[in-house]
């Protein structure tokens, strides 16, 4: 097979680039994809019950990117999803990120923007340097919301306490003086309204994109001539762990279809300090489907299993130097996207990551 592009893994990166190389000249595509559907981890589907879900945890689209939202909203409508998100602690349902509501509901007293700026001011920890995450939040909010949101969440989250962990993990904690219960602020925000992979669909159509699901890169790469490879798979994969293995952070993902139309408030609710489980998501919250039957899906953070979140620690960052400058050394491969690039990166920076990149190759 002779095409102009090869591109491996058919996430936001792979199918951006793939729709815009073949939208705008008349190249082949080849996009190969191991798994067994498109859209990367952002996969959605209808399961045996009809219930639109998402494969891999709970995804929503926010950016304050004006040419990226123009950009997607070429293949989707949007469904005016606002995402909210409830935190249980002392048994009591409260909004997050930590609000003048939270704060109400949390202390049964009434705080006015001033007062709650004056309550962190008295219960904030003074410190010299920041250190970790926990000097972070406790410079911030104090000990005790430190104690009820951050400490167990961040232990089951990342498998060690905060006070272990880089400040940047918790590097931009926000708490509101106001009461905006949105989890995100972006300009532009929602869910698409047929669901993502269906967005997916409409990107790849196109005659000059040849799909190739099930497959690794490596079965086919002999067998194919290209001129360019973009590759948006595991960084560490391409050079055969050459440095070692880059570690992530995996979750593993419980699924359950109840005989009830709703099961809880919002359409994730954390679970800072019960449970082994960080999150319940209930995904109708995110799609306003009408189903007499609800699935929801309890997330356990793993050591072990599919690489999700790149570990945020300086060892881990210099192995990753080290194989970005063995992949400085080709030429026409690119690597771009959170595995290629260990890095979290939401679905608005991949996608304008891809398409700058795209500008780059023409
Ligand atoms: C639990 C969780 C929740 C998240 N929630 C949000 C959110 O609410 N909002 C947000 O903006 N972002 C969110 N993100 C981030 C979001 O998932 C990523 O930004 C996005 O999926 C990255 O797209 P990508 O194309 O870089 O990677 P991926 O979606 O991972 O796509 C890469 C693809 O390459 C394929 N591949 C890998 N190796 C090979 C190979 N050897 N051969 C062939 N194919 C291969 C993989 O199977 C995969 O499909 C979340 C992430 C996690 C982990």
């Known amino acids: 097979m002779k095409v102009d592009f090869l591109i491996v893994g058919a996430g936001f990166a792979g199918c951006t680039l793939a729709e815009r190389i073949t939208a705008q000249f008349d190249k082949k595509v080849l996009l190969v994809e191991t798994r067994?559907?498109?859209?990367?981890?952002?996969?959605?589907?209808?399961?045996?019950?009809?219930?639109?879900?998402?494969?891999?945890g709970p995804h929503i689209f926010h950016t304050n990117l004006k040419d990226v939202w123009d950009y997607l909203c070429r293949f989707t409508e949007w469904n005016g999803y606002v995402?909210?998100?409830?935190?249980?602690?002392?048994?009591?349902?409260?909004?997050?990120?930590?609000?003048l509501d939270t704060m109400e509901r949390l202390y049964d007293r009434k705080f006015t923007s001033e007062e709650l700026e004056e309550y962190f001011e008295q219960?904030?920890?003074?410190l010299d340097k920041i250190r970790n995450s926990r000097d972070v939040v406790v410079s911030q909010v104090?000990?005790?919301?430190y104690d009820l949101f951050f400490k167990n969440y961040t232990k089951k989250q990342w498998g060690v306490y905060p006070d272990e962990l880089d400040?940047?993990?918790t590097k931009r904690l926000p708490v509101?003086?106001?009461?905006?219960?949105?989890?995100?602020?972006?300009?532009?925000?929602?869910?698409?309204?047929?669901?993502?992979?269906?967005?997916?669909r409409r990107m790849i159509d196109?005659?000059?994109?040849?799909?190739?699901?099930?497959?690794?890169?490596?079965?086919?790469?002999?067998?194919?001539?290209?001129?360019?490879?973009?590759?948006?798979?595991?960084?560490?994969?391409?050079?055969?762990?050459?440095?070692?293995?880059?570690?992530?952070?995996?979750?593993?993902?419980?699924?359950?279809?109840?005989?009830?139309?709703?099961?809880?408030?919002?359409?994730?609710?954390?679970?800072?300090?019960?449970?082994?489980?960080?999150?319940?998501?209930?995904?109708?919250?995110?799609?306003?489907?009408q189903h007499r039957k609800t699935t929801i899906c309890y997330e356990y953070p793993m050591a072990e299993g599919d690489p999700y979140y790149p570990i945020p620690k300086p060892e881990c960052r210099e192995i990753y130097r080290k194989y970005r400058k063995e992949a400085d050394k080709l030429r026409s491969v690119y690597f771009i996207g959170r595995l290629a690039q260990y890095k979290y990166l939401n679905m608005d920076q991949v996608v304008s990551g891809a398409l700058k990149l795209f500008e780059g190759l023409i």
């Open 83 to 99: 995402h909210r998100v409830i935190a249980v602690v002392r048994g009591k349902e409260v909004y997050l990120p930590v609000n």
């Open 206 to 289: 196109n005659k000059n994109i040849h799909l190739l699901l099930k497959t690794d890169y490596r079965e086919i790469i002999d067998s194919v001539e290209y001129n360019k490879l973009i590759y948006t798979g595991p960084i560490d994969y391409y050079f055969d762990y050459m440095f070692g293995k880059l570690p992530y952070r995996s979750l593993d993902f419980k699924f359950e279809t109840l005989d009830r139309e709703q099961y809880q408030h919002a359409g994730v609710v954390n679970y800072p300090n019960d449970y082994d489980y960080t999150r319940i998501t209930e995904f109708k919250h995110f799609y306003f489907q």
């Open 167 to 169: 400040p940047e993990v």
């Open 176 to 200: 509101r003086f106001n009461r905006d219960t949105r989890y995100f602020t972006d300009a532009y925000q929602g869910i698409p309204k047929y669901g993502f992979t269906r967005m997916f």
């Open 142 to 145: 104090g000990e005790e919301l």
């Open 123 to 126: 219960h904030r920890v003074k």
């Open 36 to 56: 067994d559907h498109i859209g990367g981890n952002t996969y959605d589907y209808y399961n045996e019950d009809g219930i639109l879900i998402q494969k891999y």
